[in-house]
């Protein structure tokens, strides 16, 4: 055989054993994820962080994980998001695990608690607390796998139609207030009721409800809440950093590879950290529209009423710990991470933005 000819054969030979080896190793299998969620479509920072998650995923992956997106009513109501994705017809939603806390009043802590978290104390404790590993262990028993995917930081107190200069101004108040927080309003004498957020507004303007509390200034003045009530009340003491969720299906997340979850980890981290800036940078212009041009009342909770908050939570927390030995678990690592945590912030950024306020004159 010439050696020009046996040169031309291994090199066939090679590049036939190369298509032979690779082949398996790029040919991935295309996975079809539906996603529900607890928020309208397009709305701002909640909906459009939920559907952000979605669109990277799918473009992280070049559309190998194709995931169809259902805004709340699309598929299922918001409030039914977590039975879809438990059941396994959908197999992720996006929402705040508080809704859920009538299932277990653990969910309760992985959104917010009152004079619970800030943003930067939830990530401490889910990440480096041992958070993260009672979130699986709750979640697992109503077969879900849930990450952090996203956070609307500290929240207003909310919308009031008449001023709150003490506890008793709250009696008998119809308020649109979920979590732990609705039930320390119920101690102090409110009438908490749980809605979904596309239905705040009509029943805040045809006054079947008389206050609500929803986020902060940007999705405030987006649901023109200010048409309804003028006083806005801050701070929030029932979501100090209210964390959102991405539940899956328990058997879904099983099935990916190695290499899926950590693809599926990533995009849920960077819609955590994205949407918490997106908060951050927005609502300080949105709360200056609203009193300049709404002629919004802004409102401090005294500490008379904020003591008052207190009490109450003091006595929800010892109902929900008393649930069971893994509600008691988590209230224990959470308490933890707030002394712990906290005690830290209170040192640093606490101190310095105290202080540079203070030298600022802001």
């Known amino acids: 055989m010439k050696r020009r ?36 479509r397009d709305f701002p920072g909640l909906g459009t962080g939920a559907q952000r998650f979605a ?75 041992g958070g993260q590993e009672l979130w699986d262990e709750l979640a697992g028993e109503f077969g879900l796998k849930n990450l952090m995917c996203g956070n609307t930081g500290v929240q207003m107190g909310g919308w009031f139609n ?47 409800i008389d206050a609500t509390e929803w986020v902060g200034p940007w999705n405030d003045q987006f649901m023109k809440l200010y048409e309804a009530a003028k006083y806005y009340y801050y701070p929030g003491m029932h979501e100090p ?55 919004v009342e802004l409102r401090e909770f005294n500490d008379d009423v904020y003591d008052a908050f207190g009490e109450a939570s003091d006595q929800v927390f010892e109902e929900a710990r008393a649930h069971s030995d893994l509600a008691n678990r988590i209230h224990e690592s959470f308490l933890r991470a707030r002394t712990e945590v906290g005690g830290w912030a209170k040192i640093s950024d606490v101190a310095y933005i105290s202080q540079r306020n203070r030298v600022l004159g802001v």
């Open 5 to 40: 000819d046996l040169l031309k054969g291994a090199a066939a030979g090679a590049a036939a054993g190369a298509t032979t080896i690779a082949a398996p190793a790029i040919a991935q299998e295309r996975i079809e994820i539906n996603m529900v969620s607890t928020w309208p």
């Open 241 to 295: 950093g209210s964390m959102l969720a991405l539940g899956m299906n328990k058997d879904f997340w099983e099935s990916l590879s190695d290499s899926d979850k950590l693809i599926v980890e990533a995009a849920s981290a960077m819609e955590n950290d994205v949407m918490m800036s997106e908060f951050n940078a927005k609502n300080g212009e949105s709360l200056a529209a609203l009193i300049r041009d709404q002629g």
């Open 162 to 208: 008449k001023e709150i200069n003490s506890s008793d101004d709250l009696k008998g108040l119809k308020m649109r207030i979920p979590g732990l927080g609705g039930d320390v309003m119920a101690k102090l004498g409110a009438s908490p009721v749980s809605i979904p957020g596309g239905q705040i507004y009509e029943n805040l303007v045809s006054g079947a």
């Open 55 to 129: 669109k990277r995923l799918s473009d992280m992956t070049n559309g190998r994980m194709q995931v169809q997106y259902f805004a709340a009513g699309e598929r299922v109501g918001a409030f039914d998001a977590f039975d879809e994705v438990a059941s396994g017809n959908a197999q992720m939603y996006h929402g705040a695990d508080y809704y859920w806390k009538g299932k277990h009043p653990g969910w309760a802590y992985f959104t917010a608690v009152p004079f619970g978290l800030t943003y930067t104390e939830i990530n401490a404790w889910i990440r480096f607390g």
